[in-house]
């Protein structure tokens, strides 16, 4: 099964920019969607942004939309969470996760979790 690995998380300032990365190892189904959660203290894991690995298609938490892009390179087998414009409410515990099949916003739905990488943005 699919092993999922998160890097690129660290400390920024408000209005910077971070890029994290989710390497996947193992095999990989074109039925598969890659997501980005995040948790912060004392809240539940919320959906950030995801991409269906065949198709490309993408969706965004309002939260997030216009200042973070997911993406991949499929010769890595890494999926991205590029970062833009970040704010201190975007600090949490970031984590990749798959499922098998379309969009989901619930992590109750994905099968398949990296260990979380950490996000603080100071004001």
């Known amino acids: 099964q699919v092993q999922l690995v998160e890097s690129g998380g660290g400390l920024v300032q408000a209005g910077g920019s971070l890029r994290l990365s989710c390497a996947a190892s193992?095999?990989?189904?074109?039925?598969?969607?890659m997501g980005w959660f995040r948790q912060a203290p004392g809240k539940g894991r919320e959906f950030v942004a995801g991409?269906?690995?065949?198709?490309?298609?993408?969706s965004y938490a309002d939260s997030v939309k216009g200042r973070f892009t997911i993406s991949r390179d499929n010769a890595k087998n890494t999926v991205y969470l590029q970062m833009n414009s970040l704010k201190p409410e975007d600090t949490a515990v970031y984590y990749c996760a798959v499922r098998r099949g379309d969009y989901r916003s619930s992590p109750e739905q994905y099968a398949n979790w990296g260990q979380g990488t950490q996000v603080t943005v100071s004001s």
């Open positions: 991409r269906s690995w065949s198709s490309g298609t993408t």
């Open positions: 193992g095999r990989i189904f074109v039925s598969y969607y």
